[in-house]
Each structure stands twice: as structure tokens, then as C-alpha cells.
């Protein structure tokens, strides 16, 4: 059977100009589409970028492209939620999943270090787990995870089986984290959004899945964090270029999780 062409589409928002002109990141957003479907799914980008909790934009670019190469289909890690009554907690609990997960505590130390050194990146930041040190060269742009997603329809049938919220943000960072996790050279994920209104944040890795910390960041916080703990990297242009090129597409089935 012939497979239905896929166009991914995109967008990034910026304040004080564009992100190359050193404009403050605003908003960004990855949705795989149809042709028939482009108008919605350029009309959510759009809307996205406007209303976000960092600013009014006033540079945006939205660009669609058609995807030659094969879809793989993955499926959603799963998710947990933990509550915590405060941002210390939080973050301890980060760090002892991300120790569950595998990574030494000093090198998650010096990935904290990065991370507040490199405040306003708007990608990920690659941190070698032998090292600690990172491992891009993308600079303040960070490495951005595209050509990613999960049909809204699919979405809504795990949500209700699960009984889980049907929030868009969720549903995002969900695939995010899965495709990010897919790829063996991924050890763990650590990730809190830069929306100062969101301070949920979480740690994912194939093994422990998507796990929510209800509080990672204190209100008002316009620093976010997205880290990717990377092992045993012969080939780091092939991991970017998976994290950029290769097309995910998250598919849920119920037979999966019984
Ligand atoms: C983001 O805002 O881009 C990151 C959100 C991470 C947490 C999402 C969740 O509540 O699970
Ligand atoms: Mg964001
Ligand atoms: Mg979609
Ligand atoms: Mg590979």
C-alpha cells in the first residue's frame, strides 16, 4: 500500500528580532502533516507563536517540506506523574532518576553547571556521560529535535484509555522525549520548559519512560532546560542528524500495554 507523503512543518517565534539577529526565543513548534491538513496545521503553529507566556513575537517563520524518507513508528513512553511540594524536592528527584537512569552524579553536577551557563538556548544541549562536557557545537541555537509527531486521533485514543489530560503541551513533549529516547545513544532526557507560567518539568529515558515532576522551576522563571545525556558516540553527526532529519511518528495501539 502506497503511504499517505507527510510534510513536516515548523515554526520559531522570536522577540527583538529574529534568532539569528540575537531576538529572544519566544515560541517553536514541529508538526508532521498531510497536504489536504497544511492550512490547520499552519493555523496551530501560528497561533502557538502568538500567544505565548514569553512574549509578543515580532519575527516568525513557519515552513513546511515534504518528508522522502521513510516513517518510523514508535511508541509513546510510558508516563508517570510525580507530585513534590516544592522545587528542591523536585530536582533532587531529577537527579535520582537521572542516577537510575545510569549517569554519575558528578557528571550530572557539571550538566546543571552548563545548563545555567547556557541559559536561553533555545535547542538541547548534548552532554557526553563520561565527560560531562558538552558535546554540540550549535552554540546558544542548541540542537532542535524536529520531524516528529502523533496524530491527533491516536493521541485522544491513548488519552482517554489512560484517562490521562489531552494537553497539548504534554502531548509535545511526550513525543519529543520518545523520539529522543528511540535512538540507543540516549541515556536519559532532563527537560523544564523556559514558559515562565509551566514549571512542570521531567526526566525520560526507554527505561524509566516519561517521568512528570510537578514542580522543577519557580514561577516566573524564564530559564528552561533541555539536556540529553549521550553514551558511546562514534558518530555525533549521525545522532544530530537523527534528531533533526529522521521522521518519528508516535503510534499508540491498546494491545501494546496489555
Ligand atoms: C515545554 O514547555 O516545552 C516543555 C514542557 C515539559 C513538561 C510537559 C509536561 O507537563 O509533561
Ligand atoms: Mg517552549
Ligand atoms: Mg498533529
Ligand atoms: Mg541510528
Known amino acids: ?11 520559531r517565534a522570536a522577540k527583538n528580532g529574529s534568532h539569528e539577529q540575537g531576538g529572544k ?7 508532521l502533516s498531510t497536504f489536504s491538513d497544511m492550512r490547520h496545521a499552519v493555523n496551530a503553529l501560528l497561533e502557538k507563536g502568538l500567544t505565548h507566556s514569553r512574549g509578543k513575537p515580532d519575527f516568525m517563520q513557519i515552513q513546511f517540506e ?15 506523574s510525580n507530585e513534590v511540594e516544592s522545587v528542591e524536592i523536585g530536582q533532587a528527584l531529577s537527579w535520582r532518576l537521572l542516577e537510575k537512569a545510569g549517569i554519575q552524579e558528578q557528571i550530572i553536577e ?13 535547542g538541547a544541549l548534548l552532554i557526553d556521560v563520561h565527560s560531562g562536557e558538552r558535546m554540540d557545537d550549535r552554540k546558544e541555537k542548541g540542537v532542535r529535535v524536529s520531524r516528529m509527531d502523533w496524530l491527533n486521533t491516536n493521541f485522544e485514543k491513548w488519552a482517554d484509555y489512560y484517562n490521562n489530560p489531552k494537553n ?11 523520539k529522543v529516547s528511540e535512538h540507543p545513544a540516549t541515556v536519559a532526557e532532563l527537560c523544564w520548559s523556559d514558559d515562565p507560567e509551566y514549571i512542570t ?5 526507554k527505561k524509566l519512560g516519561y517521568q512528570r ?21 562514534e558518530d555525533l553527526k549521525e545522532y544530530i542528524h537523527y534528531l533533526e532529519k529522521e521522521t518519528i511518528l508516535v503510534q499508540w495501539e491498546e494491545e501494546d500495554d496489555k
Open 25 to 31: 526565543h519566544i515560541s517553536g513548534g514541529e508538526i
Open 66 to 80: 515534504a518528508i522522502d524518507e521513510p516513517i518510523k513508528r514508535v511508541k509513546p513512553l510510558q508516563i508517570e
Open 110 to 122: 557539571k550538566a546543571y553547571k552548563h545548563m545555567t551557563e547556557c541559559s536561553g538556548i533555545r
Open 213 to 233: 515532576i510537578t514542580k522543577l522551576k519557580e514561577y516566573g522563571d524564564e530559564r528552561g532546560c533541555r539536556i540529553f545525556f549521550v553514551d558511546c558516540l
Open 201 to 205: 518539568g521531567y526526566v525520560a529515558s
Open 1 to 11: 500500500m502506497q503511504e499517505e507523503k507527510y510534510y513536516s512543518v515548523r515554526m
Open 168 to 178: 497539548l503541551r504534554v502531548k509535545e513533549a511526550l513525543v519529543l522525549a520518545t
